[in-house]
């Protein structure tokens, strides 16, 4: 019996998605829930499971688009397992001979040779060849019969001199579904939203002397550790409170506000940026919010984070202070209207009651929607989210530091 395998649907607003990498050869045995191939859509890269044991013949090629409830591979469920590792062997033994040509390219091309190198462009290398604008014709292929793979494309250059003898070298690889989507997110968000920055500089200092205080009891009785991100999610919910505006959105010509706080978590996941949502934050304790952040951070660089977790968020915070950044603007992240920007902490000389002294700083940035949100509410959610942060005890733990972080 021939099952045909057709690509689930990842999302609800999920139409196309792109076959990544196959993680399986044709003709190859494959177990059933076996991973066989890693799809990207344009929010998450997912695997896709065998529905059936059997011979799988794949139907796309890596990089291909494909529509959501497209035939991607068919699974021949009546062939019998193979005994031991026999394919896998005869697999390895053929490797070298299709490397063999490349070797003797400066060898005279005989009748043995000459089919090798003329063999057909595949539909995905052809249109790689003619954006670099090399004849298929020209190039050895290593697939069967000659055949011109994607990666013989790939790595295919134009014979061009240089006068220096220096490398030419290029690398030119597709860009993820998901990748694209964040471009095209970027673009809109800056195209469709009145944005502007406000800074601000927080001194760390009591946050500092509240880890070093509980952090490994802390860790000890919760099993994660206690961060900064507990202290500026549960700081922006207290803004956000303070300023709805900025926990609003546009609709066409209406503002939506929520009672709600979803914080969106910018991480950098294994396929490129992801931002998983840590959902009703405003009922969340510091341990609540950590074991949530580890969570989703886990899933999202083990490619295990689904589109469910990343819909929706109402504002978003991201740090780029783990890269070493020491300012910089976010950009808003659709249909969000507001992004807060935390950044790296350093010692700087700062004014103390007259007096010069050393303290951890971090600035911290807030890219909002002008639209919706007046300049006036900009600084002072801004201003709140640096109160809360320099007087974490009072704001945030109500003056009772066990009880907040459950000790």
């Not at 886990?298 to 689904?306: E, K, M, P």
Request: glycine letters at 8%; proline letters at 5%; one cysteine or more.
């Amino acid at each position: 019996m021939i099952l045909e395998m057709k690509v689930p649907s990842p999302g609800e607003s999920i139409k196309e998605v792109e076959i990544a990498t196959w993680l399986v050869q044709d003709g190859d045995y494959v177990e059933k829930d076996q991973a066989i191939a890693e799809v990207d859509s344009d929010k998450a890269t997912l695997e896709l499971p065998a529905e059936a044991s059997g011979i799988i013949t794949l139907k796309a090629e890596e990089g291909d688009a494909v529509a959501v409830g497209a035939v991607v591979c068919l699974i021949d469920t009546s062939a019998a397992k193979p005994e031991g590792d026999v394919p896998k062997v005869e697999k390895k033994e053929e490797a070298p001979k299709a490397e063999t040509p490349k070797a003797e390219a400066s060898k005279p091309v005989t009748a043995e040779t000459k089919t090798y190198a003329t063999g057909s462009a595949s539909p995905a290398a052809k249109k790689i060849l003619a954006e670099k604008g090399i004849s298929a014709s020209t190039i050895s292929g290593t697939g069967k019969d000659g055949r011109v793979t994607k990666e013989d494309a790939v790595s295919a250059v134009p014979s061009m001199g240089t006068p220096t003898g220096g490398s030419r070298g290029a690398n030119r690889s597709k860009m993820s579904m998901l990748r694209r989507k964040v471009a095209e997110r970027l673009v809109e968000a800056k195209n469709t939203t009145a944005m502007l920055t406000t800074f601000n500089e927080v001194d760390m200092s009591p946050i500092f002397a509240l880890r070093d205080e509980h952090k490994e009891t802390f860790k000890t009785k919760h099993n994660v550790g206690l961060g900064f991100m507990s202290f500026f999610t549960l700081a922006v919910v207290r803004a956000l409170k303070m300023y709805p505006a900025v926990n609003s959105m546009i609709s066409g010509n209406e503002m939506v506000s929520y009672d709600f706080c979803d914080i969106s978590i910018a991480v950098s996941g294994p396929k490129g940026l992801m931002v998983p949502v840590i959902r009703n934050a405003e009922n969340l304790s510091f341990r609540g919010v950590e074991s949530e952040v580890k969570r989703l951070a886990l899933r999202a660089r083990d490619g295990q984070i689904t589109v469910d977790e990343m819909t929706g968020g109402t504002f978003t915070i991201t740090n780029g202070g783990v890269f070493g950044s020491m300012l910089s603007t976010p950009i808003i992240n659709p249909p969000q209207s507001g992004i807060l920007g935390m950044h790296n902490i350093v010692e700087r000389p700062v004014a103390i009651n007259g007096k010069v002294e050393i303290r951890p700083i971090m600035y911290v940035a807030l890219s909002y929607d002008h639209r919706i949100i007046d300049g006036k509410e900009s600084v002072g959610f801004l201003v709140a989210v640096k109160e809360a942060l320099e007087n974490p005890v009072e704001l945030l733990m109500n003056n009772d530091v066990k009880k907040a972080l459950e000790l």
